[in-house]
């Protein structure tokens, strides 16, 4: 997937200022798919055995895991499609309907949360903040091993 479709697709775009980021999973990580990000994206790689460590334990952090995935589940899954053909056509529409005005509060949403990492400095998600809880999330307590100042201000 990543040499067959995910690189090729890179090199049609300016990745020059593009940051690449993944959690841990072994899956993610072999050696191979580690040189190959880093050939692609050098310093400008978060992921476990990257250049930047994945924090562990933030399934929160990543914007893809808190949206779309919930958002698109519960609309493509709204009129219980019985056939692979109405699944699609309702997981293309879906996604084809997500404006970026979307977008932009899931970006806002994300800087809230990397916000309140360096405001904490890495204490666990309080109950009541304002993000959804998934398990034992629990932040970094050193911003020195994943540091977040080299971010963009909003």
Known sequence: MTTNFFIPELNNHD???????????TCHTARASIDLLKDMFGDRLISRFGPVN???RTCDLTPLDYFP???VKSL????KPQTLDHLEDNI??????IRPQMLEKV????????????ASRGSPMLEGYPFPQRGMTFFLRSTDEFSLG???DR
């Open 76 to 79: 493509v899954n709204a009129d």
């Open 92 to 97: 293309r529409r879906v996604i084809a309907d």
């Open 150 to 152: 080299s971010l963009p």
């Open 54 to 56: 994945w924090p562990p």
């Open 15 to 25: 990745v020059q200022e593009l940051w690449f980021q993944q959690e841990g999973a």
């Open 107 to 118: 970006i806002t949403n994300w800087t809230s949360r990397l916000d309140y990492i360096r």
């Open 69 to 71: 995935w919930g958002y």
